[in-house]
């Protein structure tokens, strides 16, 4: 007996058959909801990047975010079946959770990436700059004084208050720090000291951190000594996301993820 696509979950191990597009915007005939859509093609997807080697993959699909959890023989099946999920309509976030599964061959280790990785889909942001040493002090005072910057210009130009906050770190050395202090919007005219501009895209190496500050340098250190020994290689700036509450007010850096954008393989 086949499983009725009303009740289909992004976890069953089986390939659906859809039907024809209802509308660019609504399900496949015999799903109910947008959702049953995306897991339908979730499924799909899966099945022609690493046909049934993704029976040990369960998928969680969250709005447009999609985390993928299991394992795989090979870094390559890893890195297929996170492009093919990012490139259905309507993901905007895969974070990929797949570990290796340990074969005892050193060929399909070779180059194995060891950290988790993300895609991220293209937004635009609205943004202020700030140059600060890097200490909480410092860095506190200058994303509340942008912050509180941008919300002003935001309601100038009648839009709403973001709920979003995006803190790009560029020139990170000898104690000191380029800050882009960023908020998403389609709508938000560039005037003054505000840019708009994109934001961090594509494939980024991702890693939890505490509530610390020193944290960040910790996390991207380590994820750079990873990200190399993969054989790829980092952008020069790393990046981390807020939602509301984490700043609305601003009492210093809570724990997050901190984002480091590959720029692909080594050159050889």
């Given at each position: 007996?086949?499983?009725?696509p009303a009740y289909r979950t992004?976890?069953?191990?089986?390939?659906?058959?859809?039907?024809?597009?209802?509308?660019?915007?609504?399900?496949?005939?015999?799903?109910?909801?947008?959702?049953?859509?995306?897991?339908?093609?979730?499924?799909?997807?899966?099945?022609?990047?690493?046909?049934?080697?993704?029976?040990?993959?369960?998928?969680?699909?969250?709005?447009?975010?999609?985390?993928?959890?299991?394992?795989?023989?090979?870094?390559?099946?890893?890195?297929?079946?996170?492009?093919?999920?990012?490139?259905?309509?309507?993901?905007?976030?895969?974070?990929?959770?797949?570990?290796?599964?340990?074969?005892?061959?050193?060929?399909?280790?070779?180059?194995?990436?060891?950290?988790?990785?993300?895609?991220?889909?293209?937004?635009?942001?609205?943004?202020?700059?700030?140059?600060?040493?890097?200490?909480?002090?410092?860095?506190?005072?200058?994303?509340?004084?942008?912050?509180?910057?941008?919300?002003?210009?935001?309601?100038?130009?009648?839009?709403?208050?973001?709920?979003?906050?995006?803190?790009?770190?560029?020139?990170?050395?000898?104690?000191?720090?380029?800050?882009?202090?960023?908020?998403?919007?389609?709508?938000?005219?560039?005037?003054?000291?505000?840019?708009?501009?994109?934001?961090?895209?594509?494939?980024?190496?991702?890693?939890?951190?505490?509530?610390?500050?020193?944290?960040?340098?910790?996390?991207?250190?380590?994820?750079?000594?990873?990200?190399?020994?993969?054989?790829?290689?980092?952008?020069?700036?790393?990046?981390?996301?807020?939602?509301?509450?984490?700043?609305?007010?601003?009492?210093?850096?809570?724990?997050?993820?901190?984002?480091?954008?590959?720029?692909?393989?080594?050159?050889?």
């Amino acid at each position: 007996m086949t499983s009725s696509p009303a009740y289909r979950t992004p976890n069953e191990h089986v390939l659906p058959e859809p039907g024809a597009p209802v509308g660019p915007d609504r399900p496949f005939v015999g799903n109910e909801t947008v959702e049953d859509n995306l897991t339908e093609a979730i499924q799909i997807a899966a099945w022609k990047a690493i046909g049934s080697a993704k029976c040990g993959i369960d998928f969680e699909l969250e709005g447009h975010t999609v985390t993928m959890r299991g394992e795989l023989d090979t870094e390559q099946r890893r890195k297929a079946l996170e492009q093919a999920i990012f490139g259905i309509p309507g993901i905007q976030i895969v974070l990929n959770k797949v570990s290796l599964a340990a074969t005892g061959s050193s060929t399909s280790q070779d180059h194995a990436t060891s950290f988790e990785t993300v895609h991220v889909a293209p937004s635009t942001i609205a943004y202020a700059t700030r140059f600060c040493s890097f200490d909480e002090a410092s860095l506190s005072a200058a994303i509340r004084d942008a912050v509180a910057a941008l919300d002003l210009a935001f309601d100038s130009q009648g839009l709403p208050a973001s709920r979003e906050l995006v803190i790009v770190y560029r020139n990170d050395r000898y104690g000191t720090v380029t800050l882009q202090v960023g908020m998403p919007s389609q709508q938000f005219a560039a005037i003054g000291e505000f840019h708009v501009g994109p934001a961090p895209a594509g494939r980024m190496a991702v890693a939890g951190i505490d509530a610390d500050v020193q944290a960040i340098q910790t996390a991207r250190a380590t994820l750079l000594g990873a990200i190399a020994e993969s054989g790829e290689t980092a952008a020069d700036y790393y990046w981390k996301r807020f939602d509301e509450g984490a700043f609305r007010p601003w009492n210093g850096h809570p724990a997050a993820q901190i984002f480091v954008p590959l720029m692909g393989p080594v050159a050889v």
